[in-house]
């Protein structure tokens, strides 16, 4: 009778200890999941936050502003509900948030022309503009693509993206160009400005009024011009050094042998 008490004992203090584990484990899976998902919305924040300090270096349209407002709103909604004691920080920037997403709604509509756009000078920067309007762009399909973002503003917004990174793509060529023509590299600086000129006539097809596509058109075809009149320069000194080495080969002392 006693062996089958102690017997029954240890079954029960073993189930109780594989229920403690099992307890223990699941409240370790929902700890980790909590903290993966926390981490997610804090990505989210902080890479849609880094795109927002940037919106001064291009035109920017108060919709995609708006877009990324929202984001931000939506990511700290859900960072509540994970994050623990921080919980009340999350909620305050939220409450900032959707107090700045009304301004903007109340404010009216404000859509800056992409012609008054300008390349910066400084190539870190221009690398910047180009991570910057890659990530917006994925945002704003991502968003879309959560039904989040009205097919009219994603067609318009994602169209002034693809041109500014259009005339991001051309002015670069032409400077790559007059940097090659200026080191005497002839063929690739007329590469480049032959691929910037099928550029500009792709673009000017869908735009043919846009006056910063005529002005590049006509700076890369002035440009291609000088290059072409640098290399006719150029090539009579290079055949007529060819001449003189071959002289130079055919009147050198012979070798005795």
């Given at each position: 009778?006693?062996?089958?008490?102690?017997?029954?004992?240890?079954?029960?203090?073993?189930l109780l200890v594989i229920g403690i584990n099992i307890i223990q484990q699941q409240k370790e899976r929902a700890e980790a999941e909590r903290?993966?998902?926390?981490?997610?919305?804090?990505?989210?924040i902080d890479e849609t936050?880094?795109?927002?300090s940037h919106?001064?270096?291009?035109?920017?349209?108060?919709?995609?502003i708006i877009v990324l407002y929202k984001r931000v709103e939506d990511a700290l909604g859900l960072a509540v509900t994970h994050a623990a004691a921080q919980a009340g920080d999350y909620q305050r920037r939220q409450t900032d948030i959707n107090g700045q997403i009304q301004t903007l709604k109340a404010a009216p509509k404000q859509a800056p022309s992409i012609e008054s756009f300008r390349l910066p000078d400084n190539d870190k920067q221009i690398l910047?503009?180009?991570?910057?309007l890659k990530k917006l762009k994925a945002i704003l399909r991502a968003e879309h693509n959560k039904g989040k973002v009205e097919p009219g503003i994603f067609t318009e917004e994602e169209?002034?993206?693809?041109?500014?990174?259009?005339?991001?793509?051309?002015?670069s060529m032409l400077s790559r160009a007059r940097a090659a023509c200026f080191m005497k590299q002839y063929g690739s600086s007329k590469q480049m400005v032959t691929k910037a000129l099928s550029t500009l006539h792709a673009i000017k097809a869908q735009t043919p009024n846009d006056p910063f596509i005529t002005k590049k058109v006509d700076e890369a075809k002035a440009m291609l011009e000088e290059i072409m009149g640098a290399q006719k320069i150029a090539s009579p000194t290079v055949a007529n050094k060819k001449e003189e080495e071959d002289i130079d080969i055919l009147f050198q002392p012979k070798k005795k042998w």
């Open positions: 009778m006693i062996f089958t008490l102690v017997l029954i004992s240890i079954g029960a203090l073993l903290r993966t998902e926390l981490a997610r919305q804090r990505a989210i936050e880094e795109v927002l919106t001064g270096m291009f035109p920017c349209s108060t919709q995609i910047t503009l180009v991570q910057v169209g002034r993206i693809d041109s500014l990174q259009l005339r991001i793509n051309v002015d």
